[in-house]
Every structure is written in structure tokens, then in C-alpha cells.
């Protein structure tokens, strides 16, 4: 178990911003994509892309820069473009194809490539502040698409404190000190969630920055799947992926799994065990290992712990529970309520394909101390 991934959370060490030449033409398109949405140009500029590059050579941060602008420029393509056809051409699906294969997950916009490897200091000689990170990538771009996503990269930066405290009290030390550090930093988490509302308008977000995330599973736009123009694999049979959530995020069931959080089974914890495909692998593997850890270790390691430890892990499970009634409620306010009056978007689906307002409750009610 890779456990030292939780000393420097999931947000990359190295991130890749420009593409080598041979990519200058995907770069060019990418940046310019606000633009090309905006005047309806996405097919046509899509056309004029080298049909295939060679991926061969790219290293694991240039890999995942490919990852991201394949996915925004594919997401482009399927939901900015005029007609109704469910093809994505050969120009972007066949490297898209290659690189999702080289990363093991699928070609489909993620968590992983939408928020984690898509930031930037703004002012690299001043430390990381939510206010000194910029977006890389957008679709249509403005402050709300911005921030919502910069909330996310604020979290994950923050998640690092948290998880390496848990990590050692559990692993390591077994220091009380540890788990007054990662209430500390929970709270920190909590704080952040609580600003999405200062530059992300629920209106603008239901209507400009939640359709491009869209994918193609449960979708009503996409009944029967999209079709990977050119790709051998797939046999031009259409594929079925979830599209980019939050839910694709590590933090929350790696929290779960060392505070001994469990959920029933229930159509959203299926959702969630699947979102595991779309995490980076070794997020993944992690996730898995320590599951398997909490359900036989666990108990031997919380056995000989003290009330004040149990009462210090029961102040972090409450800010745990916090955050997902929070989620639950921005869930309600940027989807639900705007689904209500707007007929642009698809109602009370997730993103992700899921009917979420029911099972997001009964998780929160299950995020409760277990009985360690």
C-alpha cells in the first residue's frame, strides 16, 4: 500500500502546461476554444487536426496535459456543436483513445483532468492561496466557471493536511496531535466549500459550465452511447462513460475508509465504486487497499485508543458530515432548483448520470462515529 501519496494529497507534484510542437495544433485549439464555442466552429476547426499523433514519447505530466486538452476538446465537440449525430471524429478520438489507455482510465473528461492537473500560480513567489491559483483550461471561461472549479483545487490543496495527519495517527505515531491537526484542517476544507457561492452564481452555472461536463451515460442526449470515430477497439460500437463529478475526487472515501465511515448498499455507493475507474490508477489502488484495510485492520488499530482520541475522531467525522450536507445543499440550490425553471439542462441528473438529491441524503446520514 503506496500510503505515501497521502503526504502530499492528489493534486500532481509536476503539472504540464504546453504540449511539445506536434501538438501545437490541439494547443491552439484549446486555447481558442471559448472562442470557437462562442462563433459555433468546434466541427470545422475539429477537422483540420492531424488525425493521429504519437503519444509514445510524452511523460507522465505531459500525458496527463494531452488527457486534458483531448477531453475539453471532445466535450467540446459533443455538446457545442450544431448537429445531433453521437460520433466523436477520428481527429481527437484516436489519440484521446491512446492516451486513456497509457493513464488506465477512460477517454471521457474527469475530475482528474478538469480540476487536479488544470491550475496554475498566478504568482509563483507567494505561497497557495484561493486567490493565487488561475484555471488553464476553460470552455467558455468567465469567473464562475473559474472559481468552480478553483474551489475544487483549493480543497485538494488543503485535503494534503488532513490526509498526512491521518495517515500518521493511524500508521505511524498514533499521536493525539495528529488528530487535533486534521480537525484543524477539516474545518479548513469546510471553510472553503462555504465561498463557492461568492463568484459562482447558481444560474450561470446550471446554464454555462455544468452542460460541457456532461457524459455520455444515463444521458437522455446520448441513449445509446458516442461512437469513437476510428478507433479499433471499440469496434464502432458506441461507448457509455460517466461524465466529470466531484464524486471522482479521492478525498472523501480515502476519509471514510481511515475513520471507519461505512454506507449500505444503495444505487449512489454502486455510482461511487464506479467513479474508481475514473480516478488517476494510483488514487485508485490506494482507495481499494485501504478499503481492504478498514474492513481487518482497522479494529486492532482504534482498539487501544483512548476517549479523547475517539472524541477527536468524532469532531472530525462531524466536519465530515458538515461537508456533505453542504454538498447536498449546493446540489439542491445549482442543479435542483435551477432544473425547476430552466429547460436547457437535463433536471436533477448529476453530471456524472445519477439521480443524486436522495442517496447524497442517506450518505450524509450514514457519516456518523462508527462503533470502533
Known sequence: MNLDILNQGFIPK??????????SDVEKLAAELPKVLANEQIESRILLLEVEKNINDLSKPQLERAMLIYSY??????WGKKNNENIIPAQIAKTWFKISQKLERPPILSYASYALNNWKMLDSSRSFDLENIVIVQNFLGGV??????????AIEHEAKEILSSLKQYFFDSGDKNNLEEALISIKKINAIMNRMPEKCDPFIYYNRVRPYIFGWKNNPTTPDGVVYEGVDEYNN????FRGETGAQSSIVPIL???????????PLKEYLDEMRLYMPKEHRDLLNDLDSWSQTERKNVVADIDDEDKNLIAQIIKEVHIFRNKHLEYA?????????????????VG???TPFMKYLDKHLQETVPSND
Open 351 to 353: 453530471t456524472g448520470g
Open 73 to 78: 476538446i471532445g466535450h467540446a465537440f459533443m
Open 144 to 153: 464562475d466557471e473559474d472559481w468552480f472549479i478553483m474551489i475544487h483545487v
Open 332 to 348: 439542491r440550490i445549482y442543479i435542483y432548483e435551477q432544473s425547476l425553471t430552466n429547460d436547457s439542462n437535463s433536471n436533477i
Open 14 to 23: 509536476d503539472i504540464c502546461l504546453e504540449l511539445p510542437e506536434a501538438f
Open 256 to 266: 471514510d475508509a481511515l475513520l471507519g465511515v461505512t454506507h449500505s448498499d444503495d
Open 237 to 240: 460500437e458506441p461507448q457509455i
